[in-house]
Nanobody
Framework: QVQLVESGGGLVQAGGSLRLSCAAS????????MGWYRQAPGKQRELVAT???????NYADSVKGRFTISRDNAKNTVALQMNSLKPEDTAVYYC?????????WGQGTQVTVSS
């Protein structure tokens, strides 16, 4: 059983920063890709950023240059540093990991950016 626990969401003014963290726990496993997705009210869930086990990253165009994803393979954690936040970044952010071709999701953490 894989469990993901997210932390770090909150309310911030436009231009501010937040750091999201996600820790994976459970039986011994090998995580391939880790990532963050978000879902704003009335919109579909969308990819924010992913990182492979080797450290290769992929970002949505809307966050490039502002967000940075990182992971600690020894601790099975992934983080998302979000800078220069905009009101349109407001959403519930979900951690996602891939283990043996199966995807697992966190419970989500709310990020609200006020203008």
């Amino acid at each position: 059983q894989v469990q993901l626990v997210e932390s770090g969401g909150g309310l911030v003014q436009a231009g501010g920063s937040l750091r999201l963290s996600c820790a994976a726990s459970g039986n011994h496993f090998s995580i391939t890709r880790m990532g963050w997705y978000r879902q704003a009210p009335g919109k579909q869930r969308e990819l924010v950023a992913t990182i492979s086990s080797g450290g290769s990253t992929n970002y949505a165009d809307s966050v490039k240059g502002r967000f940075t994803i990182s992971r600690d393979n020894a601790k099975n954690t992934v983080a998302l540093q979000m800078n220069s936040l905009k009101p349109e970044d407001t959403a519930v952010y979900y951690c996602n990991i891939e283990v043996a071709l199966t995807h697992y999701w966190g419970q989500g953490t709310q990020v609200t950016v006020s203008s």
